[in-house]
């Protein structure tokens, strides 16, 4: 009974979407300020019918209802309880629930947002993100419905994929979904923008704080993927550029680009109408990422589905959304207002070379990824885009664009100054210099660009600390160099100052650990008991292999020490292969040894029964931790941006008049 009403729950946020997509519009055409009020209640209670259907499939999986076709595909009675949940969205139609649940609390938290957002861009936002919610609910309930019943039912189920039975991917999908969806309310906003054809400060302060919340959230989304793979997948690498990862990190780099522009046009009034590009193209390739993963175009350890009529489907969503929105764009764009002028050199400077670099860096991610697929579907040819290609591309974009990061932060807004931003800058740049040579002369003979990354990682970091020294030191005649009164401004400082610092910190802890890649190593060897295998530092001997029973598996392990090169032991590890008798699949443990920031990382291979050999791939994985930490300090960046002040209350009350007419003004 409870599968029923949570199916009706959802039909019932299809009818309530529906009218909070129509009512405001209606509203603007007859005037009626009562209807464009029906738009708050219809998006909380779209999303309170949406989180009571999600409820219901969770409640299935919990109790392992297979009378639900959803449960019988993706759930085993044998299966951990962790699992059981994540069950839920570790299968397409369920990750789909929970797409359109994060959507309907977006639009739900807009629609409560009543002292940051003004009315008008309210009530149109919310049916732009009606109209959203509306066509992804139709496609669950059409083609992905997750209440479908079975009968009779089965007695056991089928098991989630072993490759989904981890902790990491229980909570990386949330996160990256919020990040997706959460780039829908500002496209709503740039739309509702569009139709109302004003767009100045007050708008860029109402899109900032949910931009700023959903590149957060992207981030540790990517982050908890890339780690998920590097340990899960057993290929000791961090990143393979799959297209699937592509799909989220273009989104990521135009959600990068979007966040900065929405700064120069809160401060300075500019950007306008870049801003509300990227705002629309950052949501277009979360829809693109989705079409990617759920319509059948390619294999990956990531997608889900390959029905080809839900790929039409979204293949319709998209081009209703992005060519819908995009017309829209060339219709409206040349009728607004530019805003104030700047000086090349100048933090506004700054930023629109940040967005110009981000933009082409999104582009060359864009065509490596689509390229092979469109020329597929055209001539039937398949070619293999790989690291190669977004190596000698992506990065070449990236050195420059971070070089300017610290640059961007000491310029003044408006017109700024080179030498005295240098000025600021030379003690990270000193110290950039003389560990990047340092670390060259020290590992002479090796890569030559992981000692050039050490030096830009160092420079970020350093840089973004400066930012901070020297905004509290002051300039001029208020510049002091009393550390007591240098702290107190510090901590005086708006919160976005120091979660702007943390962010650029971030990516230079990031680059740190990328750039210590390139002095990774690698061995690979047959072992029998007793006999060791080195990698970089460390050795490990192979103590035993035995048996291991888990919940709804069994595993071979083996068991290893790990000694440094000079005999010291430093720890044990254990790889091992699990078999999962319900999907008849075998999958790599890998087993990793955390060194301060560093890890070993062992993988099992064959296991050869005739006296006990394996095949053992060892890996030294120097500094690898830093890929995640600092992603995980560009995350807190955001977090405490979001404290500050003006995250909270929207725009100052005079900018608001002027940019209502002045009878609504008035009745703000």
């Known amino acids: 009974m409870l599968i029923e009403v949570g199916h009706f729950a959802l039909a019932l946020a299809l009818a309530l979407s529906l009218v909070q997509a129509v009512m405001p519009v209606w509203a603007a055409r007859s005037g009626d300020q009562a209807l464009r009020a029906v738009a708050t209640p219809a998006a909380l209670g779209t999303f309170a019918c949406i989180l009571f259907s999600f409820g219901a499939l969770t409640y299935a999986h919990a109790t392992s209802d297979f009378s639900v076709q959803n449960v019988v595909e993706n759930s085993h009675t044998m299966k951990p309880f962790l699992y059981k949940l994540s069950g839920v969205w570790g299968n397409h139609e369920g990750s789909m629930l929970l797409w359109v649940l994060i959507l309907a609390l977006f639009g739900a938290l807009v629609a409560v947002a009543r002292n940051s957002v003004p009315p008008t861009l309210r009530a149109n936002t919310l049916a732009v993100q009606g109209l959203i919610t509306f066509v992804f609910v139709l496609f669950i309930i059409t083609t992905s419905n997750p209440f479908a019943r079975v009968s009779p039912a089965p007695v056991e189920g089928n098991d989630l994929n072993p490759l989904l039975q981890d902790f990491g991917l229980a909570i990386h999908p949330p996160l990256l979904y919020v990040g997706y969806v959460g780039f829908s309310i500002t496209f709503a906003f740039a739309i509702a923008a569009l139709i109302d054809g004003r767009i100045d400060a007050v708008w860029a302060r109402a899109v900032r704080p949910w931009t700023l919340t959903a590149w957060s959230f992207l981030t540790l989304g990517i982050a908890m993927g890339s780690y998920w793979a590097y340990y899960e997948l057993g290929w000791g690498g961090w990143w393979f550029w799959d297209p699937v990862e592509n799909a989220s990190l273009m989104p990521w780099l135009a959600g990068t680009a979007l966040l900065h522009s929405t700064v120069v046009m809160e401060k300075r009034d500019a950007l306008k109408v870049w801003t ?281 392990t083996a068991f290893l020490t790990i000694r440094n090169t000079a005999g010291d032991m430093i720890g044990t590890v254990e790889t091992g292969k699990r078999f999962y008798p319900s999907r008849k699949m075998t999958v790599t443990e890998s087993g990793l040894l955390t060194i301060g920031v560093s890890q070993v990382y062992a993988s099992l291979g064959e296991v050869m029964p005739e006296g006990g050999s394996i095949g053992l791939r060892l890996y030294y994985k120097p500094l690898v931790l830093l890929i995640w930490l600092g992603a995980v300090v560009m995350a807190l960046g955001g977090a405490v941006s979001l404290t500050d002040r003006r995250m909270r209350v929207g725009a100052p009350a005079r900018a608001r008049a002027k940019a209502l007419p002045a009878g609504m003004a008035a009745a703000e």
């Open 276 to 556: 509300v590009l990227l705002a629309i193209l950052t949501f277009s390739l979360s829809l693109l990422g989705t079409f990617i993963v759920r319509s059948g175009v390619l294999t990956s350890v990531h997608s889900f589905a390959t029905d080809p009529t839900r790929g039409i489907f979204i293949l319709a969503i998209l081009i209703l959304f992005i060519g819908g929105s995009l017309t829209l764009f060339a219709w409206r764009a040349p009728m607004l207002r530019q805003g104030g002028l700047f000086a090349p050199i100048s933090r506004e400077g700054a930023l629109v070379m940040n967005n110009l670099f981000l933009a082409a860096a999104c582009a060359t991610v864009f065509v490596g990824t689509l390229y092979p697929l469109l020329l597929e579907s055209l001539t039937a040819e398949k070619i293999s885009v790989g690291p190669p290609f977004f190596n000698y591309t992506f990065i070449p974009l990236a050195i420059p664009l971070l070089l300017i990061v610290p640059f961007g932060q000491t310029l003044a807004w408006k017109r700024g100054d080179v030498h005295a931003a240098t000025q600021r800058l030379f003690a990270a740049l000193a110290v950039a210099l003389v560990v990047g040579l340092a670390v060259l002369a020290y590992t002479w003979g090796g890569p030559m660009m992981a000692p050039v990354g050490i030096g830009l990682g160092a420079y970020l970091v350093i840089g973004s600390a400066l930012e901070i020294v020297s905004r509290a030191r002051g300039y001029g005649a208020s510049r002091t160099r009393s550390a007591g009164v240098v702290w107190r401004r510090a901590l005086g400082l708006p919160r976005s100052a120091w979660g702007t610092a943390f962010a650029h910190a971030g990516v230079g802890i990031v680059v740190l650990g990328i750039a210590a890649q390139g002095w990774a190593t690698e061995g690979l060897k047959t072992l029998k008991p007793g006999e060791s295998l080195a990698s970089g530092p460390y050795v490990a001997t192979l103590d035993r292999v035995g048996p291991r029973m888990g919940e709804n598996y069994s595993e071979t």
